[in-house]
T-cell receptor, first 117, second 113 residues
Framework: GAGVSQSPSNKVTEKGKDVELRCDPI?????LYWYRQSLGQGLEFLIY????????KSGLPSDRFSAERTGGSVSTLTIQRTQQEDSAVYLC???????????????FGEGSRLTVL | GQQLNQSPQSMFIQEGEDVSMNCTSS?????WLWYKQDPGEGPVLLIA?????ELTSNGRLTAQFGITRKDSFLNISASIPSDVGIYFC?????????????FGKGTKLSVKP
């Protein structure tokens, strides 16, 4: 597709279960970000992938959170042993990764809304 | 770490009014960006600023990159109902890791009842 695609769009899970959220970035975009947006809050940076470089994991809130990006394209964010405070919208964004006109323009998906009961 | 203070947190608009919001930072950025998020959607870039003092317009939107490189404002003139949503400022220092894109907490625009 033309834009960033995320799935599932909605996920309801029970406390303690593991969840996987998927992001399919725009074709050719080398940089990929995950953000978390809690109700009424701003965008909390989680993790950033750029090409083959080691990911910037500095925003991951705990070791229950992990992400991988296979083949430099699709990314999966995994949350293990989910807690109620993990409930939020998880947004993925991609960008060309090149410095130049419109540097900083991230293209966001519609997000995956996670509800932990 | 770097933090952005965005204000106001929320505001109500009446059609035709001008709107102003701003962002300040404890440290400098060499890029400022403004995004808008509609309900159920991801944020979309409105304006990008790359030079201190730069004033850029996009239709009814005008944004400025503060001369100190620690602040930016966004103005919306003659607001219309579709302007409602959440506006985010973001600061970045390109040349290093592009992961250093920091977002403000957002300004929520709603229509006056």
């Amino acid at each position: 597709g033309a834009g960033v695609s995320q799935s599932p769009s909605n996920k309801v899970t029970e406390k303690g279960k593991d969840v996987e959220l998927r992001c399919d970035p725009i074709s050719g975009h080398t940089a990929l970000y995950w953000y978390r947006q809690s109700l009424g809050q701003g965008l909390e940076f989680l993790i950033y992938f750029q090409g083959n470089s080691a990911p910037d994991k500095s925003g991951l809130p705990s070791d229950r959170f992990s992400a991988e990006r296979t083949g430099g394209s699709v990314s999966t964010l995994t949350i293990q042993r989910t807690q109620q405070e993990d409930s939020a919208v998880y947004l993925c964004a991609s960008t060309s990764g090149r410095v130049g006109p419109n540097t900083g323009e991230l293209f966001f998906g519609e997000g995956s809304r996670l509800t932990v009961l | 770490g770097q933090q952005l203070n965005q204000s106001p947190q929320s505001m109500f608009i009446q059609e035709g009014e001008d709107v102003s919001m701003n962002c300040t930072s404890s440290s400098i950025f060499n890029t400022w960006l403004w995004y808008k998020q509609d309900p159920g959607e991801g944020p979309v870039l409105l304006i990008a600023l790359y030079k201190a003092g730069e004033l850029t317009s996009n239709g009814r939107l005008t944004a400025q990159f503060g001369i100190t490189r620690k602040d930016s404002f966004l103005n919306i003139s003659a607001s219309i109902p579709s302007d409602v949503g959440i506006y985010f400022c973001a600061g970045m220092n390109y040349g290093g890791s592009q992961g250093n894109l920091i977002f403000g907490k957002g300004t929520k625009l709603s229509v006056k009842p």
